[in-house]
C-alpha cells in the first residue's frame, strides 16, 4: 500500500524559504510520479509541479515555476519542493500526490494516492 507523508510546513515571515518533503512508501520513486499541490481556505486546489517517476521530467503548474523548485531522491524515496521568497499570498496546506502514471496525477488529478497535507502560513 502506497502512503505519502508530508513534512515540513509552519509558520514563516514573507521572504522567508521553506523545503516540504514528500516521503513515499510502499512504491519507488523511479516509477512513480510524484505532483505538490496546494488550497488555501475558499479557493480552488491549485497544481504547483509534478516530477515523473522514469525520467524525473517536470511539469509546472501556471505561475508556480521561479519561486519553487521540485526535486527528487530516489535513493531516500522522497520528492521536495523547495519554496522561496514567500508571500502571503502562499498560505495554504500543501499536499503531494502520486501515481504511477503522471497523466492521471497531473492532467486528469485523479492520484491513487494522496498525503495528509501541511500547513504552510506566511506572515509577518
Known amino acids: 500500500q502506497v502512503q505519502l507523508v508530508e513534512s515540513g510546513g509552519g509558520l514563516v515571515q514573507p521572504g522567508s524559504s521553506l523545503r516540504l518533503s514528500c516521503a513515499a512508501s510502499g512504491v519507488t520513486l523511479d516509477g512513480y510520479a510524484i505532483g505538490w499541490f496546494r488550497q488555501a481556505p475558499g479557493k480552488k486546489r491549485e497544481e504547483i509541479a509534478c516530477i515523473s517517476g522514469s525520467e524525473g521530467t517536470i511539469y509546472w503548474g501556471d505561475s508556480m515555476q521561479g519561486r519553487f523548485t521540485i526535486s527528487r531522491d530516489v535513493a531516500k524515496n522522497t520528492v521536495y519542493l523547495q519554496m522561496n521568497n514567500l508571500e502571503p499570498e502562499d498560505t495554504a496546506v500543501y499536499y503531494c500526490?502520486?501515481?504511477?502514471?503522471?497523466?492521471?496525477?497531473?492532467?486528469?488529478?485523479?492520484?491513487?494516492?494522496w498525503g495528509q497535507g501541511t500547513q504552510v502560513t506566511v506572515s509577518s
Open positions: 500526490a502520486g501515481d504511477r502514471s503522471p497523466f492521471r496525477l497531473w492532467i486528469l488529478v485523479t492520484p491513487d494516492c
